[in-house]
């Protein structure tokens, strides 16, 4: 394989990765239209420290135990054997996930009260003390394996292709199952009207919550993937700018189209990225500043142009909602003329 | 207390902190008040202003102009009135920026979904720090603020009395300079300001119509649209004489300076009660008390956690911020 | 006064108004009735300027003022009362009656039309520093008649004034109607209680589907069978 | 136009005692109610004497200040407005309160969520439970449409409809609830007497057809004098009269706090 | 068409080396410096005719400074380009991931700056076999800082600023520490603050309430700048020390007057070594007003990391990355900023100087031999 293709494969991957972290999100702005969801990113990163500061710390606590089983680089013990590894980590991932839905379950539960903008405002509070939290995680809490805002080195990098790809794939079919069944119907419905959803007996709250969980829970898969694959995290890489991101992407792909988050989330890999390539060779020094520049103008013009985002709500292919409606319906007899 | 002097000391610093946010935190609330939105931009206007000064000053030394055009003023009143040109200048660049981004980037979007145009906030925002940032617009670098005047400093010890130039006061002293008087004066002033505009005036009322309902807005006959203007021109004009006074108190501008402080003091709007005008306040004086006295005393990467921890339980207790109205809704 | 002609109005794909043409003359009132959807409303939407026409003009006082945006029209002497009243809620009665008067700039003739406003509506006065958003739905009615006449409209469009009135404030709102129409100011009212418009319009259009199918003096209007049955349920 | 409400029937909602302030507004003062099952009940009174608010109370959006709510033998004061409609209680809004960017069928199928008869895991494995049951109340939800005449836009947004269609949709969907009490206000706002005449009809046809109780509140004379059984006038927050249609047209306080001298020709 | 797949391609006619440098970022004259002085060993080797008869082709990637950046760098010249050689990060805090990335991959990496330990060790501290650096480290750094502050400065009570999310600030702060007590000194008092900070005012309260008689800030020029021209107009006289990490052209002289640091080699060093590269430097780049740039330690230590690879290659005679490593643990070599070889860590012995920030300028002060 040449070099330009095994760079193919490396967006190619990345871009997988940033589609799984963003359909987490875009769950949740198809509730919250207008309000910026930035912890996502947080529950991202939670996601992904969990599994590293997991494979590192019991790496470290366990390895006189599992020396064994790990056996040696020479001869590897029945644990490092490829198989078991990736066993390991698949089980690490979807730890990373409840974990994240777990903190934010419990980050929800006093803050789903308020409305939404504010709420918008507390998750970008919550993203900003988790993310001061995590850079001090080695100073002022208990967790000196993290390093804090030096960054954890050393996770393994057991994330392949197949692994994100497949990840990606459970999250769409989970995601798109639970947009058209009766309970992404009473989310919608929240994020419509709060007081005619409650007159129609939906629980406002536990809507609320049962949304943001399951959205944490995908951002903590993305988190806990992207983790494995890049091998070393630091909360820097999460700050609330980047926060920015996954939401840039969800509207420029459409708020209420799957289809659009998926097409722009690697459209945005392979633009930005692309972008830096391409410019590096010409621009020299300011390459990275000129990326910068013309993303924006190409996000306004967009806007402008579009601004319901690429996709709007249209749904392709294997994402739409199934149709229940068999026959046309003719014009019934008005029914209640026999009542009279 | 440990240590009394120390103490007022951060107070100071805090208070002067806080100031600052409130003239950027009064932008956000009356934009947001008006058009629902969060202009993220917001805090970038507040740099362009810090930046505008700096070239009239450094580049243009538009604050000697009283000296060398009517040789022999008073130099004290030559400065002044120097001064207040420049920041009469800068607010000036903030308003005309502030009224393009708005005409291009967002007039267009005002009836898609709130979320396009705040993304499109974002995306002015990145624009205005990296297109800054290449080296024939500002530079991407630290820059040394030249002032338009000298720091004056004085300090607290059986009375008040001046620090004299390249001195260190004297030990259990407290300090304040003639910066921390101004921007404290300017805040104020421009708070008493906006209160009169929004309360008793004509133009303010439409703009609290305009906020609840555009369209009956204009079956009123107001031009909604310059309204909208009008406010994110007041808005900006607030960011940009903030800016300069962040610069002169800070003196280091870079094109990224406006975005900490912005999204500080939009948080101490919603701390105050978003669309309170002295809400903003009194969020923006919290924000910076809570800052520097975890810089203080507890650690400086700690400040943001304590700040937004405050944030959080404010909210929990006062959904809608501590002026805010509660959200009224009649089922 | 006011001429409407060849009016077609579209929401995206939908053709609310295709082709419609009617006139109003000086202290006339003059009444629209027709079903839910019919146009009613758009049609005053694109005479206060809230909406645009593709074809058609629409003339008032002999100028052309198609298309213009709606702060002139009312500074031209246009005043509309929207459907569903459109209160403006965070501000009290007092401020809402002054954003009725925002073309106007003398304070003293301000106060005074204020003034024959609480006239016509003492209920508003009582709550004069109420919020505009708590009052009841009637009292909402009057302050948006009110607020409708603080601009000394020559025209007024009225839509649907009586909805969700109590019956006794029904027969109040048309009273002031006609009280406001007999101090010189033509009217333009949009009804579903059309035994009401009826009685105290001088002259009628109905409005079907986008279409004018009727028009003439409020008699011969209300004598129509076809109307008796469709609009009057008689 | 007898119906089966007698008073042996069973009493489906007594309220006792109930107020409500606002700051120092007393918006409802001391009221009572019962209805007994099937009956058809009007609550008329001038604009802002507390009628809404009353609704407002019944399912849970607003606290009492104090009374007692009782439904069904139970007392729902204090309950989340979800769990009144889980008992039975559904209502329509004065001012519409549609789902406004779902269609005219997603607004009917949400109030099939509390009773939607599958779980969220059959949701997401698309089981055959889901897809027989999903089926089912699509089905049942067109019916309701095809009852008002809505079948035929069902996949309209319901923004996009006209204000008689909207509130159409809202009785179609408050009766997707499966309640036993329904609660309209303002049903008839912005219709046409033609119109008003169909949706009288309507609501006898309903009321038979899903044996329901019904308290409405109208200010459309012919519709409150037309269809209702029984009648309550409130003012000021309290009960001023109660009685037939027929006693209370001529009931001199409500002549002069609501209805005026000219009532007759509305009728 | 590029050939730079797996290992042993002896036929291979050109020789990749990524060069990871902050262009962009918060410290952006350090990676200018490090990419020149890099390039420009390269242009004098293929002026030569480059090495085993190969081109050398080097592959400039801005890693700004900052982990993230830096590592995807790393990743995308290895499995992309597929490079084999590393010369960068200059940062410690992006150096040490890029190594876990280059030490699991076989990639030889030679950071010309970085001086944190944990660049060559790993975790249990072992040394990491690909990795290696052309400075000191941060132990000899701290205690020379140490020393100075005691000794010439007759410093008693220290003061340290720090940013504990950067591995080289927080890394040399402890050594400082250390060696200051050791020699008797107090620590009398420590601020932490991070990289976002513009506003030092409370910690600089605490500074006049400790009354130091040295603060020592051991971190980048930018944060430098940022810090002493505060200090300056709040009146703190203290003298501050600080490392490496404030050489810069855009050091804020007027606002680090007065101050010390501790770096690799000074321009004015009159050895001809230092003379000539400085002459050769200076004529191959230009400022922006035409004069001839004076190599800073970034450029030196880049150009010396640059030929101590090359000549490692040119002494194993292949570009197999075992056995080019094999040869740099025994070599000697004679650079700008000294003589390097290797201790079993992958760490030169080199000597520091001390500089001082007076009058606009930077001055040589002493030289402290290990
Ligand atoms: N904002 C809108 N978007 C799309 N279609 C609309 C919109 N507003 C109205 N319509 C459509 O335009 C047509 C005319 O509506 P209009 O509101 O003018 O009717 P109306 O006669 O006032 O009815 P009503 O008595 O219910 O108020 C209707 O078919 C309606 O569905
Ligand atoms: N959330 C609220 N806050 C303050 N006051 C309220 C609130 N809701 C209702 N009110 C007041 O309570 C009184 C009763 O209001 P309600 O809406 O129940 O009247 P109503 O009988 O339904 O009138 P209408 O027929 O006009 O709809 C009014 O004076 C109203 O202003
Ligand atoms: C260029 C130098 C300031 C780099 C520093 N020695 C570090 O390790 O981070
Ligand atoms: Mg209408
Ligand atoms: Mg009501």
């Given at each position: 394989?040449?070099?330009?293709?095994?760079?193919?494969?490396?967006?190619?991957?990345?871009?997988?990765?940033?589609?799984?972290?963003?359909?987490?999100?875009?769950?949740?702005?198809?509730?919250?239209?207008?309000?910026?969801?930035?912890?996502?990113?947080?529950?991202?990163?939670?996601?992904?420290?969990?599994?590293?500061a997991?494979?590192?710390?019991?790496?470290?606590?366990?390895?006189?135990?599992?020396?064994?089983?790990?056996?040696?680089?020479?001869?590897?013990?029945?644990?490092?054997?490829?198989?078991?590894?990736?066993?390991?980590?698949?089980?690490?991932?979807?730890?990373?996930?409840?974990?994240?839905?777990?903190?934010?379950?419990?980050?929800?539960?006093?803050?789903?009260?308020?409305?939404?903008?504010?709420?918008?405002?507390a998750?970008?509070?919550?993203?900003?003390?988790?993310?001061?939290?995590?850079?001090?995680?080695?100073?002022?809490?208990?967790?000196?394996?993290?390093?804090?805002?030096?960054?954890?080195?050393?996770?393994?990098?057991?994330?392949?292709?197949?692994?994100?790809?497949?990840?990606?794939?459970?999250?769409?079919?989970?995601?798109r199952?639970?947009?058209?069944?009766?309970?992404?119907?009473?989310?919608?419905?929240?994020?419509?009207?709060?007081?005619?959803?409650?007159?129609?007996?939906?629980?406002?709250?536990g809507?609320?919550l049962m949304?943001?969980?399951?959205?944490?829970?995908?951002?903590?898969?993305?988190?806990?993937v992207?983790?494995?694959?890049?091998?070393?995290?630091?909360?820097?890489?999460?700050?609330?700018?980047?926060?920015?991101?996954?939401?840039?992407?969800?509207?420029?792909?459409?708020?209420?189209?799957?289809?659009?988050?998926?097409?722009?989330?690697?459209?945005?890999?392979?633009?930005?990225?692309?972008?830096?390539r391409?410019?590096?060779?010409?621009?020299?020094?300011?390459?990275?500043?000129?990326?910068?520049?013309?993303?924006?103008?190409?996000?306004?013009?967009?806007?402008l142009?579009?601004?319901?985002?690429?996709?709007g709500?249209?749904?392709?292919?294997?994402?739409?909602?199934?149709?229940?409606?068999?026959?046309?319906?003719?014009?019934?007899?008005?029914?209640?003329?026999?009542?009279? | 207390?440990k240590?009394?002097?120390?103490?007022?000391?951060?107070?100071?610093?805090?208070?002067?902190?806080?100031?600052?946010y409130?003239?950027?935190?009064?932008?956000?609330?009356?934009?947001y008040?008006?058009v629902?939105?969060?202009?993220?931009?917001?805090?970038?206007?507040f740099?362009?202003?810090?930046?505008?000064?700096?070239?009239?000053?450094?580049?243009?030394?538009?604050?000697?102009?009283?000296?060398?055009?009517?040789?022999?003023?008073?130099?004290?009143?030559?400065?002044?009135?120097?001064?207040?040109?420049v920041?009469?200048?800068?607010?000036?660049?903030?308003v005309?920026?502030?009224?393009?981004?708005e005409?291009?980037a967002?007039?267009?979007?005002?009836?898609?979904?709130?979320?396009?145009?705040?993304?499109?906030?974002?995306?002015?925002?990145?624009?205005?720090?990296?297109?800054?940032?290449?080296?024939?617009?500002?530079?991407?670098?630290?820059?040394?603020?030249?002032?338009?005047?000298?720091?004056?400093?004085?300090?607290?010890?059986?009375?008040?009395?001046?620090?004299?130039?390249?001195?260190?006061a004297?030990?259990?002293?407290?300090?304040f300079?003639?910066?921390?008087l101004?921007?404290?004066?300017?805040?104020?002033?421009?708070?008493?300001?906006?209160?009169?505009?929004?309360?008793?005036?004509?133009?303010?009322?439409?703009?609290?119509?305009?906020?609840?309902?555009?369209?009956a807005?204009?079956?009123?006959?107001?031009?909604?649209?310059?309204?909208?203007?009008?406010?994110?021109?007041?808005?900006a004009?607030?960011?940009?004489?903030?800016?300069?006074l962040?610069?002169?108190?800070?003196?280091?501008?870079?094109?990224?300076?406006?975005?900490?402080?912005?999204?500080?003091?939009?948080v101490a709007?919603?701390?105050?009660?978003?669309?309170?005008?002295?809400?903003?306040?009194?969020?923006?004086?919290?924000?910076?008390?809570?800052?520097?006295?975890?810089?203080?005393?507890?650690?400086?990467?700690?400040?943001?956690?304590?700040?937004?921890?405050?944030?959080?339980?404010?909210?929990?207790?006062?959904?809608?911020?501590?002026?805010g109205?509660?959200?009224?809704?009649?089922a | 006064?006011?001429?409407?002609?060849?009016?077609?109005?579209?929401?995206?794909?939908?053709?609310?108004?295709?082709?419609?043409?009617f006139?109003?003359e000086?202290?006339?009132?003059?009444?629209?009735?027709?079903?839910?959807?019919?146009?009613?409303?758009?049609?005053?939407?694109?005479?206060?300027?809230?909406?645009?026409?593709?074809t058609?003009?629409?003339?008032?006082?002999?100028?052309?003022?198609?298309?213009?945006?709606?702060?002139?029209?009312?500074?031209?002497?246009?005043?509309?009362v929207?459907e569903?009243?459109?209160?403006?809620?965070?501000?009290?009665?007092?401020?809402?009656l002054?954003?009725?008067?925002?073309?106007?700039?003398?304070?003293?003739?301000?106060?005074?039309?204020?003034?024959?406003?609480?006239?016509?509506?003492?209920?508003?006065?009582?709550?004069?520093?109420?919020?505009?958003?708590?009052?009841?739905?009637?009292?909402?009615?009057?302050?948006?008649?009110?607020?409708?006449?603080?601009?000394?409209?020559t025209?007024?469009?009225l839509?649907?004034p009586?909805?969700?009135?109590?019956?006794?404030?029904v027969?109040?709102?048309?009273?002031?109607?006609?009280?406001?129409?007999?101090?010189?100011t033509?009217?333009?009212?949009v009804?579903?209680?059309?035994?009401?418009?009826?009685?105290?319009?001088h002259?009628?259009?109905?409005?079907?589907?986008?279409?004018?199918?009727?028009?003439?003096?409020?008699?011969?209007?209300?004598?129509?069978?076809?109307?008796?049955?469709?609009?009057?349920?008689? | 136009?007898?119906?089966?409400?007698?008073?042996?029937?069973?009493?489906?909602?007594?309220?006792?005692?109930?107020?409500?302030?606002?700051g120092?507004?007393?918006a409802?003062?001391?009221?009572?109610?019962?209805?007994?099952?099937?009956?058809?009940?009007?609550?008329?009174?001038?604009?802002?004497?507390?009628?809404?608010?009353?609704?407002?109370?019944?399912?849970?959006?607003?606290?009492?200040?104090?009374?007692?709510?009782?439904f069904?033998?139970?007392?729902?004061?204090?309950?989340?407005?979800h769990?009144?409609?889980?008992?039975?209680?559904?209502?329509?809004?004065?001012?519409?309160?549609?789902?406004?960017?779902?269609?005219?069928?997603?607004?009917?199928?949400?109030?099939?969520h509390?009773?939607?008869?599958?779980?969220?895991?059959d949701?997401?494995?698309?089981?055959?439970r889901?897809?027989?049951?999903?089926k089912?109340?699509?089905?049942?939800?067109?019916?309701?449409?095809?009852?008002?005449?809505?079948?035929?836009?069902?996949?309209e947004?319901?923004?996009?409809?006209?204000?008689?269609?909207?509130?159409?949709?809202?009785?179609?969907?408050?009766?997707?609830?499966?309640?036993k009490?329904?609660?309209?206000?303002?049903?008839?706002?912005?219709?046409?007497?033609?119109?008003?005449?169909?949706?009288?009809?309507?609501?006898?046809?309903?009321?038979?057809?899903?044996?329901?109780?019904?308290?409405?509140?109208?200010?459309?004379?012919?519709?409150?004098?037309?269809?209702?059984e029984?009648?309550?006038?409130?003012?000021?927050?309290?009960?001023?009269?109660?009685?037939?249609?027929?006693?209370?047209?001529?009931?001199?306080?409500?002549?002069?706090?609501?209805?005026?001298?000219?009532?007759?020709?509305?009728? | 068409?590029?050939s730079?797949?797996g290992?042993?391609?002896?036929?291979a006619?050109?020789?990749?080396?990524?060069?990871?440098?902050?262009?962009?970022?918060?410290?952006?004259?350090?990676?200018?410096?490090?990419?020149?002085?890099?390039?420009?060993?390269?242009?004098?080797?293929?002026?030569?005719?480059?090495?085993?008869?190969?081109?050398?082709?080097?592959i400039?990637?801005?890693?700004?400074?900052?982990?993230?950046?830096?590592?995807?760098?790393?990743?995308?010249?290895?499995?992309?380009?597929?490079?084999?050689?590393?010369?960068?990060?200059?940062?410690?805090?992006?150096?040490?991931?890029?190594s876990?990335?280059a030490?699991?991959?076989?990639?030889?990496?030679?950071?010309?700056?970085?001086?944190?330990?944990?660049?060559?060790?790993?975790?249990?501290?072992?040394?990491?076999?690909?990795?290696?650096?052309?400075?000191?480290i941060?132990p000899?750094?701290?205690?020379?800082?140490?020393?100075?502050?005691?000794e010439?400065?007759g410093?008693?009570k220290?003061?340290?600023?720090?940013?504990?999310?950067?591995?080289?600030?927080?890394?040399?702060?402890?050594?400082?520490?250390?060696a200051?007590?050791?020699?008797?000194?107090?620590?009398?008092?420590?601020?932490?603050?991070?990289?976002?900070d513009?506003?030092?005012?409370?910690?600089?309260?605490?500074?006049?309430?400790?009354?130091?008689?040295?603060?020592?800030?051991?971190?980048?020029?930018?944060?430098?700048?940022?810090v002493?021209?505060?200090?300056?107009?709040?009146?703190i006289?203290?003298?501050?020390?600080?490392?490496?990490?404030?050489?810069?052209?855009d050091?804020?002289?007027?606002?680090?007057?007065?101050?010390?640091f501790?770096?690799h080699?000074?321009?004015?060093?009159p050895?001809?070594?230092?003379?000539?590269?400085?002459?050769?430097?200076g004529?191959?780049?230009?400022?922006?007003?035409?004069?001839?740039?004076?190599?800073?330690?970034?450029?030196?230590?880049?150009?010396?990391?640059?030929?101590?690879?090359?000549?490692?290659?040119?002494?194993?005679?292949t570009?197999?990355?075992?056995?080019?490593?094999?040869?740099?643990?025994?070599?000697?070599?004679?650079?700008?900023?000294?003589?390097?070889?290797?201790?079993?860590n992958?760490?030169?012995?080199?000597?520091?100087?001390?500089?001082?920030?007076?009058?606009?300028?930077?001055?040589?002060?002493?030289?402290?031999?290990?």
């Open positions: 394989m040449n070099g330009d293709a095994r760079g193919l494969l490396v967006l190619g991957l990345g871009a997988l990765i940033g589609t799984l972290t963003l359909l987490g999100i875009n769950k949740w702005l198809q509730r919250f239209r207008g309000i910026p969801v930035l912890s996502s990113f947080t529950l991202y990163l939670i996601g992904a420290l969990i599994t590293g997991a494979a590192v710390y019991l790496g470290n606590q366990l390895n006189p135990l599992l020396t064994p089983l790990l056996g040696s680089v020479a001869e590897p013990g029945p644990l490092n054997s490829p198989v078991a590894q990736q066993v390991i980590y698949f089980l690490a991932v979807i730890l990373a996930g409840i974990f994240a839905a777990q903190i934010s379950f419990l980050f929800g539960l006093p803050v789903l009260t308020l409305g939404s903008d504010y709420f918008g405002i998750t970008l509070g919550f993203t900003i003390v988790v993310n001061t939290l995590m850079i001090n995680s080695d100073t002022i809490l208990p967790f000196p394996e993290m390093k804090g805002g030096r960054g954890m080195i050393g996770i393994p990098k057991l994330t392949t292709w197949f692994s994100a790809f497949f990840f990606m794939m459970a999250v769409i079919i989970i995601m199952n639970l947009v058209h069944s009766s309970t992404g119907r009473s989310i919608v419905a929240v994020r419509e009207d709060e007081i005619a959803a409650k007159a129609m007996g939906i629980d406002v709250a809507a609320k949304s943001f969980v399951v959205g944490s829970f995908f951002a903590g898969i993305g988190g806990a992207y983790a494995h694959y890049i091998g070393f995290l630091s909360p820097g890489t999460f700050n609330f700018l980047a926060g920015f991101n996954p939401l840039i992407i969800v509207v420029f792909g459409g708020l209420g189209s799957m289809t659009g988050t998926i097409a722009a989330s690697f459209g945005w890999i392979f633009f930005l990225e692309g972008m830096l391409v410019l590096l060779s010409q621009m020299g020094t300011e390459a990275p500043t000129w990326r910068f520049v013309l993303y924006p103008i190409t996000l306004l013009l967009l806007m142009i579009r601004p319901q985002g690429l996709f709500s249209i749904e392709w292919g294997f994402l739409k909602g199934p149709e229940f409606i068999t026959a046309p319906r003719q014009q019934p007899e008005p029914a209640h003329k026999s009542a009279i | 207390m240590n009394p002097t120390l103490f007022a000391q951060i107070f100071i610093s805090g208070l002067q902190l806080g100031f600052v409130a003239m950027i935190a009064l932008g956000y609330t009356m934009v008040g008006i629902k939105l969060i202009n993220f931009a917001h805090g970038d206007v740099m362009v202003g810090a930046f505008a000064s700096y070239y009239a000053v450094a580049k243009y030394r538009l604050h000697q102009w009283p000296a060398s055009a009517f040789p022999g003023i008073n130099p004290t009143l030559s400065v002044l009135i120097g001064s207040i040109t920041i009469l200048l800068s607010m000036l660049v903030c005309i920026l502030a009224i393009t981004i005409r291009v967002y007039k267009p979007l005002r009836d898609a979904p709130r979320i396009s145009a705040l993304i499109t906030a974002i995306g002015v925002s990145f624009f205005l720090e990296f297109y800054g940032a290449l080296n024939f617009v500002f530079s991407p670098r630290f820059i040394p603020y030249e002032r338009p005047f000298e720091v004056v400093a004085w300090y607290i010890k059986n009375g008040i009395h001046l620090v004299m130039p390249g001195q260190q004297p030990e259990n002293s407290v300090t300079s003639n910066i921390f101004i921007i404290i004066g300017v805040s104020v002033l421009i708070q008493l300001f906006l209160q009169y505009l929004v309360r008793r005036t004509k133009i303010g009322i439409a703009m609290r119509a305009c906020s609840y309902d555009r369209q807005a204009r079956l009123m006959g107001i031009d909604v649209d310059r309204v909208i203007s009008f406010t994110f021109a007041v808005g004009a607030f960011a940009g004489a903030g800016g300069v962040y610069a002169i108190a800070y003196s280091l501008i870079w094109t990224q300076l406006g975005i900490l402080p912005g999204l500080k003091a939009f709007a919603v701390l105050g009660g978003i669309g309170s005008i002295p809400g903003a306040l009194v969020g923006a004086l919290i924000m910076g008390q809570a800052e520097a006295m975890t810089m203080g005393y507890i650690s400086t990467p700690m400040r943001d956690a304590v700040a937004f921890t405050i944030l959080i339980i404010v909210l929990l207790l006062r959904p809608t911020g501590i002026f109205e509660p959200e009224k809704e009649k | 006064m006011l001429e409407v002609h060849n009016l077609n109005v579209y929401y995206g794909a939908i053709h609310a108004l295709q082709g419609i043409s006139h109003v000086e202290g006339e009132i003059v009444t629209l009735i027709g079903a839910n959807g019919a146009g009613k409303s758009t049609t005053l939407r694109t005479i206060s300027g809230l909406l645009r026409t593709r058609g003009y629409i003339r008032y006082k002999g100028r052309d003022i198609t298309n213009t945006p709606a702060q002139e029209i009312v500074k031209m002497g246009i005043s509309h929207p569903g009243r459109k209160i403006f809620a965070p501000l009290t009665v007092r401020e809402n002054l954003m009725g008067a925002y073309t106007r700039n003398d304070p003293n003739e301000i106060q005074r039309t204020m003034e024959r406003v609480f006239a016509s509506f003492p209920r508003l006065k009582e709550r004069i520093n109420q919020l505009g958003g708590t009052l009841s739905g009637g009292e909402q009615q009057m302050l948006a008649m009110g607020r409708g006449l603080m601009s000394r409209p025209l007024l469009l839509d649907e009586s909805m969700g009135l109590s019956p006794i404030l027969e109040e709102i048309f009273r002031i109607i006609q009280e406001i129409n007999q101090q010189g033509s009217i333009l009212l009804e579903q209680n059309a035994h009401m418009a009826l009685s105290i319009a002259r009628a259009y109905v409005l079907e589907t986008g279409r004018i199918v009727l028009s003439g003096t409020a008699k011969e209007v209300a004598e129509n069978p076809m109307v008796k049955a469709a609009y009057l349920g008689v | 136009m007898e119906t089966s409400a007698t008073s042996t029937s069973p009493t489906v909602l007594e309220i006792r005692g109930l107020t409500k302030f606002f120092g507004l007393a409802v003062r001391n009221f009572d109610l019962t209805l007994k099952h099937g009956e058809l009940v009007g609550l008329i009174g001038p604009n802002g004497a507390g009628k809404t608010t009353v609704f407002n109370m019944i399912t849970g959006l607003y606290v009492p200040t104090s009374g007692e709510i009782f069904n033998g139970t007392n729902i004061v204090g309950l989340e407005p769990e009144i409609t889980r008992m039975g209680i559904a209502r329509t809004f004065q001012n519409i309160r549609l789902f406004p960017n779902l269609t005219v069928l997603d607004n009917v199928r949400i109030a099939y509390p009773h939607c008869g599958y779980t969220l895991s949701g997401l494995l698309r089981t055959s889901f897809n027989i049951k999903e089912e109340l699509t089905e049942q939800a067109l019916d309701f449409l095809s009852i008002f005449q809505l079948d035929r836009i069902y996949n947004t319901a923004k996009n409809l006209p204000y008689g269609e909207q509130r159409r949709v809202e009785i179609a969907r408050a009766l997707a609830c499966n309640p009490l329904l609660l309209l206000d303002e049903p008839a706002a912005g219709m046409n007497p033609r119109e008003i005449i169909e949706l009288m009809d309507l609501i006898h046809f309903i009321r038979e057809r899903f044996n329901l109780t019904i308290l409405l509140i109208e200010h459309q004379m012919r519709v409150v004098m037309g269809i209702c029984w009648i309550t006038v409130m003012d000021f927050g309290q009960v001023i009269a109660r009685g037939t249609p027929k006693e209370i047209q001529e009931n001199p306080l409500v002549i002069e706090a609501y209805l005026g001298k000219g009532v007759t020709h509305a009728a | 068409p590029s730079g797949g290992g042993g391609e002896a036929q006619k050109e020789l990749k080396v990524a060069i990871l440098a902050p262009l962009s970022g918060p410290v952006p004259t350090f990676g200018v410096s490090t990419r020149d002085g890099a390039l420009m060993a390269i242009d004098e080797w293929n002026a030569k005719g480059g090495v085993l008869g190969m081109k050398i082709v080097p400039v990637e801005d890693s700004q400074c900052t982990p993230d950046p830096a590592v995807n760098a790393a990743n995308k010249v290895i499995d992309q380009d597929g490079v084999k050689f590393i010369i960068g990060e200059v940062c410690s805090k992006a150096s040490i991931p890029v876990e990335i030490n699991a991959k076989g990639v030889l990496q030679i950071s010309p700056t970085s001086t944190n330990v944990s660049v060559t060790v790993d975790s249990q501290g072992k040394v990491k076999p690909y990795i290696f650096r052309a400075c000191f941060d000899f750094q701290g205690q020379v800082g140490a020393k100075f502050a005691w010439k400065l410093a008693k220290a003061f340290i600023m720090l940013d504990q999310a950067n591995d080289y600030v927080k890394g040399l702060a402890e050594e400082f520490e250390k200051f007590t050791a020699l008797g000194g107090e620590i009398v008092g420590k601020a932490t603050y991070t990289d976002k513009t506003d030092f005012s409370a910690i600089l309260a605490q500074i006049a309430d400790a009354k130091p008689d040295v603060v020592y800030l051991p971190d980048y020029y930018n944060i430098v700048n940022l002493m021209k505060q200090a300056k107009e709040k009146g006289n203290v003298p501050f020390v600080g490392g490496d990490g404030w050489d810069s052209a050091l804020d002289l007027a606002a680090a007057d007065g101050g010390f501790t770096n080699y000074s321009p004015d060093d050895r001809p070594e230092v003379q000539n590269f400085r002459k050769a430097y004529e191959k780049y230009k400022d922006e007003n035409g004069n001839p740039k004076v190599p800073d330690a970034l450029a030196a230590l880049a150009y010396d990391a640059t030929n101590l690879l090359l000549e490692a290659i040119n002494q194993a005679g570009t197999d990355t075992a056995k080019v490593k094999d040869t740099l643990e025994k070599i000697k070599f004679s650079g700008v900023s000294g003589q390097i070889t290797f201790d079993a992958h760490n030169p012995i080199k000597s520091a100087v001390i500089l001082a920030v007076k009058d606009g300028a930077v001055r040589f002060e002493t030289v402290v031999n290990p």
